[in-house]
């Protein structure tokens, strides 16, 4: 069974600009969670999507946004970007449910620089 | 809200030496914890999880944790360090529908 894909893997933008992720969950996982790693602030919940409805949210500003497709896939995008974005971009996809011990499967990540 | 705190950033040991990572957390309710742990440039990989079913929780590579409810524990063990076991370990806690939220992590180091 193939793992949670992520693209691009690294990716290079200038402060304004806007940047799409990518990640395609584990086939049958319906649940995918996004995360921000950072040297200074580490790992840091961005948002989850069920059944293409944004079910946790994260304490970030309303430029991070995402969405997630019938078939799972989902994507996060960021406006305006700014050089604090910088970061290793990780992508989680779980099981159906809400059962909180469903291990989550984790991508490899994108490395987003911002210049 | 859940939390979860690391003790020590950085932990240095000896080859075929006792590994022990520390994580304490905070939590309303019966939590679920778990360790990660992250290579370089790779996502991150469950070593094992707490669901309440056994306090001692054995995971892969020989990593094992304890969930002490008293001490609000859940620190992760492997009596001998091996060189390949160089790398990050996350603890994480989760309350409800995968939320889940992570430690500040410890970076091991192996000497040979």
């Known amino acids: 069974k193939a793992g949670v894909t992520q693209t691009p893997r690294y990716l290079i933008k200038t402060r304004g600009q806007q940047v799409t992720l990518s990640c395609s969950p584990i086939?049958?996982?319906?649940?995918v969670s996004w995360y921000q790693q950072t040297p200074g602030q580490g790992l840091q919940f961005l948002f989850e999507?069920?059944?293409?409805?944004?079910?946790n949210k994260g304490n970030f500003p309303g430029r991070f946004s995402g969405r997630q497709f019938s078939n799972s896939r989902s994507e996060m995008n960021v406006s305006t970007l700014e050089l604090g974005d910088s970061a290793l971009y990780l992508c989680?996809?779980?099981?159906?449910?809400?059962?909180?011990?469903?291990?989550?499967?984790f991508g490899p990540g994108t490395r987003l620089t911002v210049l | 809200a859940q939390s979860v705190t690391q003790l020590g950033s950085h932990v240095s040991v000896s080859e075929g030496a006792l590994v022990l990572l520390r994580c304490n957390y905070s939590?309303?309710?019966?939590?679920?914890l778990f360790w990660y742990v992250q290579y370089p440039n790779q996502g991150l990989q469950l070593l094992l999880k707490?669901?309440?079913?056994?306090?001692l929780v054995k995971g892969i590579n020989g990593f094992e944790a304890e969930f002490k409810k008293s001490e609000t524990s859940f620190h992760l063990t492997k009596p001998s360090a091996h060189m390949s076991d160089a790398a990050e370990y996350f603890c994480?806690?989760?309350?409800?529908?995968?939320?889940?939220?992570f430690g500040a992590g410890t970076r091991l180091t192996v000497k040979p």
């Open positions: 989680a996809s779980s099981l159906a449910g809400s059962a909180s011990y469903n291990e989550q499967f």
């Open positions: 086939s049958g996982h319906r649940s």
């Open positions: 999507y069920f059944s293409e409805t944004q079910r």
């Open positions: 939590s309303s309710v019966p939590p679920y």
């Open positions: 707490y669901t309440s079913a056994a306090t």
């Open positions: 994480a806690v989760s309350e409800q529908n995968n939320d889940m939220r």
